[in-house]
T-cell receptor
Framework: AQSVAQPEDQVNVAEGNPLTVKCTYS??????LFWYVQYPNRGLQFLLK??????LVKGSYGFEAEFNKSQTSFHLKKPSALVSDSALYFC??????????????FGSGTRLSIRP | DTGVSQNPRHKITKRGQNVTFRCDPI?????LYWYRQTLGQGPEFLTY????????KSRLLSDRFSAERPKGSFSTLEIQRTEQGDSAMYLC???????????????FGDGTRLSIL
């Protein structure tokens, strides 16, 4: 079965400091991994994905994520946080071995708060 | 920008009433998904269409729930005899997919927030 864990409900960072939002996953095959961001009363916005290739993936708004197969992790990072990065972040996984093209499993989310 | 559009944005209704939500996906996207999101949780998969065919349904989708995508474009999600536990944000997403596998990201609408009195 697929699963995603985001161990931190909230992450607090000072503006200008680096940030990390953690994500670990479990799939039976090779993972497709995604990060999404959600602002209040809005849908989810796609940030980046890992399918194959380089373990470091760059995405929107200066975010990047590092795929680590041995640790089954896909942590989201940004070198210098902005106040406008404050939002709810979701990690998601899909098992590439599944024949169905549908099901993505989302984590429970991490609220990122950037203080000025 | 013609992103995913959902209507209405908010729906308040009394327990026992029927409600219907609409989703208009990105026009060239052949895949459409419905999710439910409750406060403090990530989206939970409900169902998925490829063109007009409903290919997968979650066990969360009880017999009070029905979804359609009659012409392979817009979709509707109907909840009959609503219950307090149906209160949630209902999200629609679409993506472009080919073959039996897809690594394309899903693009989400802003959701319909349902409140059951």
């Amino acid at each position: 079965a697929q699963s995603v864990a985001q161990p931190e409900d909230q992450v607090n960072v000072a503006e200008g400091n680096p940030l990390t939002v953690k994500c670990t996953y479990s799939v039976s095959g090779n993972p497709y991994l995604f990060w999404y961001v959600q602002y209040p009363n809005r849908g989810l916005q796609f940030l980046l994905k890992y399918i194959t290739g380089d373990n470091l993936v760059k995405g929107s708004y200066g975010f990047e994520a590092e795929f680590n197969k041995s640790q089954t992790s896909f942590h989201l990072k940004k070198p210098s946080a902005l106040v406008s990065d404050s939002a709810l972040y979701f990690c998601a996984v899909r098992d590439s071995s599944r024949s169905s093209a549908s099901k993505i499993i989302f984590g429970s989310g991490t609220r990122l708060s950037i203080r000025p | 920008d013609t992103g995913v559009s959902q209507n209405p944005r908010h729906k308040i209704t009394k327990r026992g009433q029927n409600v219907t939500f609409r989703c208009d996906p990105i026009s060239e996207h052949n895949r459409l998904y419905w999710y439910r999101q409750t406060l403090g949780q990530g989206p939970e998969f409900l169902t998925y269409f490829q063109n007009e065919a409903q290919l997968e349904k979650s066990r969360l989708l009880s017999d009070r729930f029905s979804a359609e995508r009659p012409k392979g474009s817009f979709s509707t999600l109907e909840i009959q005899r609503t219950e307090q536990g149906d209160s949630a944000m209902y999200l629609c997403a679409s993506s472009l997919g080919t073959g039996g596998n897809s690594n394309q990201p899903q693009h989400f609408g802003d959701g319909t927030r349902l409140s059951i009195l």
